[in-house]
């Protein structure tokens, strides 16, 4: 079985907003899990990438991750990294063809960007916290640094807001952020609960950044879990082992 991605057609080069489908882990981590460091047997998880990368066009080599932080740190980068060496970082851009920028989730948002002018592509992990903190602009000036002008996003599959129950103190650290933050706070069933919308709010950001053409599939990634891992609904079955999706673009 060949590995099940999504696509956009406004990001104009491959990519792909990848399942849980079409891979050979097991268990929990069934099937197609790409986090090198979430417990799975990594003979499978190099399998699950070596799919992924195949399937656009990429030597295994070729495609490279990040140790995810929740920050803002943004890498360019010119050459391939060892499997697992990533720095500590959330995006990725280059203006390199054949190199893969892949991020990880399993509900956090995963955003791909694309320059077809200028030649430059970037990706990004984006959760409330980077989010907010900044790291869809600090991709968007990553990319500008490289010459593009003309970026498009999309904003991939992420926990939705009918699943995404938060409480006051992460609305009372997003509302500064943007003038119009309310909006994407709806009240939640107790009344000191609200729901957020991430893939919402990650457009506001981008489209306060200056990148009109922003796009978002709008899938959730709780509710559906014949095609998504999801932190959340992990937690709501009383935790245990994970796997995580993998979003990816290149030149």
């Known amino acids: 079985m060949s590995p099940e991605f999504l696509t956009h057609p406004a990001l104009g080069t491959r990519h792909g907003f990848f399942t849980r489908r079409g891979g050979v882990s097991v268990g929990p981590y069934a099937s197609l899990n790409a986090n090198l460091s979430g417990g799975d047997d990594p003979a499978h998880v190099s399998e699950n990438r070596a799919r992924i990368a195949g399937a656009l066009g990429l030597a295994a080599d070729r495609l490279l991750g990040l140790k995810q932080v929740h920050g803002t740190n943004v890498i360019q980068v010119e050459t ?23 991020v990880i989730t399993a509900d956090c948002a995963p955003v791909l960007f694309h320059d077809a002018a200028a030649g430059v592509v970037g990706a990004a992990h984006a959760g409330w916290r980077g989010a907010a903190a900044g790291v869809l602009e600090a991709t968007v000036a990553a990319m500008a640094a490289l010459g593009a002008t003309h970026i498009t996003a999309v904003v991939g599959p992420c926990i939705g807001p009918e699943s995404y129950e938060v409480g006051p103190d992460l609305r009372g650290a997003v509302l500064p952020t943007l003038p119009d933050a309310a909006a994407f706070f709806r009240p939640g069933r107790p009344p000191d609960r609200f729901q957020f919308d991430l893939a919402g709010y990650c457009l ?10 922003a796009h978002a599939l709008h899938l959730d990634t709780r509710t559906d879990d ?22 990816a673009i290149a030149l």
């Open 204 to 213: 506001a950001r981008l489209r306060a950044a200056g990148i009109a053409d």
């Open 80 to 102: 391939p990294w060892a499997v697992g060496r990533g720095p500590a970082a959330d995006a990725l851009v280059t203006d390199r063809p054949g190199i893969g920028l892949g």
């Open 226 to 247: 014949t095609r998504f891992y999801s932190h959340r609904r992990r937690t709501l079955s009383g935790g245990g082992p994970i796997g995580h999706q993998l979003s």
